[in-house]
């Protein structure tokens, strides 16, 4: 477990790789930290009230004990495919007490994809431009109150 005495509120040269965990806020972002243990792959919270939500993380990164991670050296740890699952994995979170989706249980869900990578790339960089104009719009009102 990554200490968050450890981890920098501000990305700098030396940590220079997020450090993801189960919290909404910031897309999961807790901060930044000089090692990593993933690159490029799918998380998921298991346990807590956000168990299920599923995320597409690129590039280097360090994630908390409560993040399940689902890696491809095949290519299918992209954003179409964590889309995907996060449509269906809130289904199969266990609601008797604390709410978690465990590893054996998320191996075990299955997910029509698109049969072909140049498909789901295509998807991956729908939703990825869809995202920043989603994140444009957010800050607009902010930019309105700044002009008056």
């Known amino acids: 477990?990554?200490?968050?005495?450890?981890?920098s509120e501000v990305k700098t040269?030396?940590?220079c790789f997020p450090v993801y965990?189960?919290?909404?806020?910031?897309?999961?972002?807790?901060?930044?930290?000089n090692k990593y243990l993933f690159?490029?792959?799918?998380?998921?919270t298991t346990d807590g009230a956000n168990a299920g939500t599923v995320n597409y993380r690129e590039g280097k990164f360090y994630s908390t004990n409560v993040n399940g991670v689902l890696l491809s050296d095949d290519g299918y740890a992209?954003?179409?495919i964590a889309e995907i699952l996060d449509r269906v994995a809130w289904r199969h979170v266990s609601r008797v007490g604390n709410?978690?989706?465990?590893?054996?249980?998320m191996s075990?869900?299955?997910i029509s994809i698109p049969s072909s990578f140049e498909e789901q790339n295509a998807i991956s960089e729908f939703l990825t431009k869809f995202d920043h104009l989603i994140a444009l719009h957010?800050?607009?009102?902010?930019?309105?109150?700044w002009r008056y």
């Open 78 to 80: 992209n954003r179409a």
């Open 138 to 145: 957010q800050r607009k009102p902010d930019y309105q109150k």
């Open 13 to 15: 040269n030396e940590m």
């Open 21 to 33: 965990s189960s919290q909404t806020k910031n897309n999961g972002l807790m901060g930044y930290y």
């Open 108 to 110: 075990n869900i299955k």
């Open 39 to 44: 690159n490029t792959a799918i998380t998921w």
């Open 1 to 7: 477990m990554l200490a968050t005495t450890k981890i």
């Open 99 to 105: 709410p978690k989706l465990m590893n054996n249980v």
